[in-house]
C-alpha cells in the first residue's frame, strides 16, 4: 500500500514542535535522520530512545500520511496548526510501504520499563533480565501503528502503570487505553495484572494493530477496541491516554467521566510547556495531580474525585 511521504529539515531544538504538529494532524509515523550524514551510512531512527533527544543538531523528519491525503491542504493544516514553524521547505512523495516495516524492525530492540514490564519484538529472542515469572512482557509488532515504547510519552505511561502493579493498584481491575494506538499500553496493562482492557482509537489500522497484538501476547480474549462512535460508556478505575495536549484539552470532560470516584488517570503526549494549561484543566475534577518530565515530553497524573 503507497503512502504520501512528507519530509522537511529542522533543527535539534525544534524537533518536537514540527513532530508535535505532524502528528496532530494525522501522521501513521514520523522517522529522524541525520541530516548531516554520509548518505551511504545514514540510519533512520523511528522514535527517540527513552529519556533522551534527538542524536543529531539538524536533523531530517520524515512523516508518513495515508496515500489519498491532499498535500496542499495537509500543508494548510500544519501552518495553522503551529504558525511560527517554517514549512516552506516540505517536499513529498508517494512511498512503498515494505522499507519502512523494515527499517523499523531493524531498530527495535527489547526495552524495560520500571520493575516488571518488557516490550519485546515478536522476532526477537526473550532477553535473560525478562525470563522471569512476574515479568510483564508484552510482544510487539505496531506495524505503522503509533506506539512502540521507545517515544517518551509511551515510555511514561508505561512506568506509570508499572508503579501503579507495584503498589497493587492494577491486580483484576479494567483499564481504558483512549488513543491505544499499537495497543501497548493496554496489553502491557493485563500483563501487569488488569482483568480486561479496552481500547479506543479513531484509526481502523491502529485497533488492527492491537487486536493482532492482542492475539500475538494469548491476551484477545480480555482486550476489546472500538472507534470512539462505537465505545461503550463505562467507567474505570485507571484511564490511561496518550494523545496529544489538543486532544487532551478538548477530551477533558470526556475522559474524566470514565474514570471511576477514587479512580487514577494518566495523560500523556504533552509538551514541557504545556502541562500548566492541562493541570488548570483537569483539576475541576482530579486531586494529587503531578507533572512528570522525560526529555521535551510530561505526563499528568492524577486521582478523581
Known sequence: MPYLEL??????????????ALEDVGALSVTMLDADADTSNERAILEPGVGETPLWNSL???????????????????????????WSQASFRTVEDEDWERAWLDQFQPMRFGARTF??????????????????????????????????????????LDELAAHGELQGKPVLDFG???????????????????????DPQALV??????????????????????????TYPVVVA????SALDALAETLAARVAPGGRIALSGILHGQEGELL???????????????????????VRR
Open 280 to 302: 488548570q484543566r483537569y483539576a475541576a475534577w482530579f486531586d494529587r495531580l503531578a507533572a512528570t518530565q522525560d526529555g521535551d515530553w510530561m505526563r499528568i497524573d492524577g
Open 242 to 245: 496518550n494523545i496529544l495536549a
Open 60 to 86: 531530517v523528519l520524515i512523516a508518513l500520511f495515508p496515500a489519498e491525503t491532499n498535500a496542499l491542504a495537509l500543508l494548510a493544516a500544519l501552518e495553522a496548526f503551529d504558525p511560527g514553524l517554517d
Open 119 to 160: 516490550i519485546v519484538p515478536w522476532n526477537h529472542e526473550l532477553p535473560d533480565e525478562a525470563n522471569t515469572s512476574d515479568a510483564a512482557v508484552v510482544r510487539l509488532d505496531p506495524g505503522l501503528a503509533f506506539g512502540s515504547g521507545t517515544h517518551p510519552t509511551t515510555a511514561l505511561c508505561l512506568r506509570w
Open 180 to 202: 491505544c494506538g499499537s495497543g501497548i499500553l493496554a496489553l502491557a496493562a493485563l500483563k501487569l495484572g488488569a482483568a480486561r482492557a479496552v481500547g479506543v482509537d479513531n
Open 7 to 20: 519530509s522537511l529539515r529542522c533543527t535539534e531544538d525544534r524537533q518536537p514542535r514540527y513532530e508535535n
Open 209 to 234: 494493530a492491537s487486536h493482532d497484538n492482542a492475539e500475538r501476547n494469548e491476551v484477545g480474549d480480555r482486550l476489546a477496541v472500538y472507534l470512539p462512535a462505537d465505545e461503550p460508556v463505562a
